[in-house]
């Protein structure tokens, strides 16, 4: 069954803007990472984020975590064409990692 | 040449066929993953083997096995294949050093008909 749940399920932006994604999840993780997957191909790792963290950044990149909710945020500063591709959160316990069924971004150039 | 390689890279069988698809990988991580990819389904665990000598189930396994021949190499295959076994597959690798990231191959699309 899956873990995360991604939402939207499809977001579309002007070049530029920023993107926001959630994922929620149900059950404890140690860690929970974002991929990006451009069409047909394999996913790219993103970012991670451990448990006891609540944010992270990398590049235009920044994560955010709050257990206590279980959810997550991944925000894209200052989107580009380039960005465009689906986008998948997964939850890491018990050594696996579970992902969502991704959210499709679309940035118009 | 990718970290990880999956062949074939499109295959079409005909149903009940024997098929393989193979992974190898040259990143040195000890842990190999069989995922299999849905439109509206994400991926989802078939198989995982956290060394040569370990092979575990993943969320949905019936109708698969998996050989690890190697350190680098994990292959999956599909004895009897069924149409609905069309999909997207993918090979990942990871550290044993925790947490991880995985390293993703460019997947296998294949078609049962």
């Known amino acids: 069954s899956q873990q995360g749940e991604e939402d939207p399920q499809a977001l579309s932006i002007q070049e530029g803007e920023n993107a926001t994604m959630n994922c929620s999840y149900k059950?404890?993780?140690?860690?929970l990472q974002w991929y990006r997957q451009n069409s047909g191909r394999g996913l790219v790792h993103l970012i991670l984020?451990?448990?006891?963290?609540r944010e992270k950044h990398s590049g235009r990149l920044r994560v955010t975590l709050d257990t206590s909710k279980k959810s997550s945020s991944l925000l894209i500063t200052a989107s580009r064409a380039a960005d465009t591709a689906s986008y998948f959160c997964?939850?890491?316990?018990?050594?696996?990692?579970?992902f969502g069924k991704g959210i499709t971004l679309s940035v118009r150039p | 040449d990718a970290d990880v390689t999956q062949t074939p890279r499109n295959r079409i069988t005909k149903t009940g066929k024997r098929i393989m698809l193979e992974c190898s990988q040259t990143?040195?991580?000890?842990?190999m993953y069989w995922y299999r990819q849905d439109p509206g389904l994400g991926l989802r665990l078939i198989y995982y083997?956290?060394?040569?000598?370990?092979?575990n189930k993943g969320e949905i396994s019936d109708g698969y096995s998996v050989s690890r021949q190697a350190q680098a190499k994990f292959s999956l295959s599909l004895e009897s294949a069924i149409p609905n076994q069309t999909a997207l597959y993918f090979c990942?690798?990871?550290?044993?050093?925790?947490?991880?990231?995985?390293?993703f191959g460019s997947g296998t699309r294949l078609t049962v008909v």
């Open positions: 059950t404890s993780i140690n860690n």
């Open positions: 984020i451990r448990s006891n963290e």
């Open positions: 990942a690798t990871s550290e044993s050093e925790q947490p991880y990231g995985y390293t």
């Open positions: 083997s956290f060394d040569v000598k370990d092979i």
């Open positions: 997964a939850t890491g316990a018990n050594s696996k990692l579970t």
């Open positions: 990143k040195g991580h000890d842990r």
